[in-house]
């Protein structure tokens, strides 16, 4: 006779909101085993008896077999006393001292809920709100744990007598689905005017205002999108007038893979990215250029001299519906104004969104959270994240140190995010944008807040940057009762690389970005590093040069054309030539410029490869001032030549730390240019060139140091084919290289290596109790 066995088991990991309750409830019948499941505010508990075999084999298939959202962190089971009695039920939620779960991710709609919203026997046919266990809003509109309708948004639908039919029955995937709804009892569409007077019918009416060029804001799941024709010019230019958006490219959302196909070259790890369950942004190399007349259904207005489109696919049924009716492409950009975060309250949509939208498509199931599209890029056979936020946020990252105490690191200014970490895991918020507009700054110490509740995570360590200004920093020293850590921006990129990879190091690693705050207290930005998470060496970097203006020359690139270029020209009879172009187009300022990049006075001195990037672009023509961060190197990297293989020499002294010259790459794109050599291959020539003195300068490092590892960080290396001629270079020099793929390699994954470093820090004992 076989041993009849009872378990006490506690799952782990993400596992509400997924449908993990009605996939247990499934597995134990099946196996004939007696017991129950239900959620707490710690994961999913539950307790199973039967035969020994069967038990086994379902523990085995907790973990194997989990539905397609579900994260399985930890199973722990323990045997307890048989009790005896048949049947598996599920049982009511209930409270756990170890507050905090993972909160699954918002997921696009599920292909059966599709076949549902477009079959006329469907009850749910046409229903813009159609979701189940596989399926729809998650994060951005629970309130709390444990997962239950009560802590969502949802809370104000009394469930129909169909629904809750389906809610209760085991064989329907719509068992405990939180959102379910339909028709008759769920969250219904309503189209109003600038005044708040509906217009209806409201799907049909936004196609029409669509159709005749207006701007429609848009609720998602995160948030409102501002909508237009993406063939029309004349309402792409309106749109960007409005938004006061000048040249950013809009994304655009293509009703299906076909149109995508059509637009852009989808390879498989597109198509994969394009039609995933996360229905992210996806960056993608124009099939045929715009021609501004919409006969390629997308106006020249929509991404202004780029080489490529950010194409996505419908997630919400509202998009499907909304993309079936129109058939065309639309631009769906984040409603807000410039830099501002965005709308997701109701009460805003109106109120800040006015002089934008024509009309607003909204309903009235709340978003608690807001969070914008996620944006990605195909990149060496996989997925370089750009913007980590809906569809990924906060699902758990696994990381290679165990955090002694609870950590938050508070990222840095522009593009921040912040992190969780606890046990072997950190939890990455969505993106949130620039700390120095208030509503950002709302919304980071808001959302500090909601994370924490929701994770049960209560920090006694922060992390944080160690610039003095930034608004990240300030937040961790006016936090009391918690031991801090101070990490450097670009040793925060490395470990970021490091556990993105899911390795501690030590690494060469090398990381350019825009600004970092040096522990010299001076602006960093072209760094070679000798790290590993608990710290690291400068081991090299690109030669300083004067920021003339400071702040201003980050937006007026030309300002660093022309430091760079009087450095180069310094010597020189006659000093910089007169017949560069960049000279002639600001020569009323230049002399005034160059002035103040000699005295220093206001000019400070910066290791920056973003400003290196930003000179260039400026001498090329591509961009004298910007109106985004990072939009001149974007221009420059459209403009080369990708069949281009010259480059150019720059200079590394023998010294320690090892120094670049910059200035020698930027005099032979000015040789060049004077000499008649085409934009597009001077362009190409300095990507090269710089490629080439990066892996110079490893193969240097490695011979002093023995390290074979080199890990690439910062937001420079967005730029593709620098990251491609760096990683072919060094790989082919016997170099193992680390990229991002998990966490963007720009600022939004500097918490990510900010709470790691405070991890290691803290067990090597290196942090100081408060």
Known sequence: MRQCVRMSVRVAGTVQGVGFRPFVHGLATRLGLAGHVGNDSAGVFLEVEGESPAVRDFLLALRRDAPPLALVDEVTAREIAPVGGGGFTIVASRAHPRAGTAVSADSATCADCLRELFDPTDRRYRYPFVNCVNCGPRFTIVRGVPYDRRLTTMAGFAMCADCAREYADPADRRFHAQPVCCPACGPRLRLVDPTGTAIGPALESTVELI?????????????????VDAGQPDAVARLRRRKHRADKPFALMVPDLAA??????VDPTARRLLTGHRRPIVLLPRRCPADGTGGTGVAEQVAPGSHWLGLL???????????ADLARPIVLTSANVSDEPIVYRDEDALHRLTGIADAVLTHDRPIHVRADDSVVRPARGGAQVLRRARGYAPEPLSVPVE??????ACGAELKNTFCLGTARQAVLAPHLGDLTEYRTWRSFVDGIGHLTRLTGVRPEVLAHDLHPDYLSTRYARDRTGVALVGVQHH???????LADNHETGPVLGVAFDGLGYGVDGTIWGGEFLLADLT????????APVPMPGGPAAVRQPWRMAAAYLDAAYRDAAGGVPEDLAVLRRNAARWHQVTALARTGTNAPATTSAGRLFDAVAALLGRCDAVSYEGQAAIALEHHADPAERGRYHAAISTGQPAVVSGVDLVRACAEDLRAGVAGPVIAARFHNGVADAVVRVCVRLRELTGQHAVALSGGVFQNQPLVERVVSGLTGLGFRVLTH??????DGGVSLGQAVVAAA???AGLVRSD
């Open 761 to 763: 820090r803290d067990r």
């Open 313 to 323: 696919l419908p997630y919400t049924p509202l998009h499907h519906l909304l993309l």
């Open 741 to 746: 793929v998990r966490v963007p390699p720009n």
């Open 491 to 497: 040793h925060a990129h490395i470990a970021a690389c």
């Open 260 to 265: 995508a196909e059509r637009l852009c070259a």
């Open 535 to 542: 710290g690291f060496q400068r081991l090299a970097h690109l």
């Open 403 to 408: 955090f002694p105490r609870p950590v938050l």
């Open 211 to 227: 159709r005749a060029g207006l701007v429609v804001a848009v609720k998602g799941l995160g948030g409102y999108h501002l909508a």
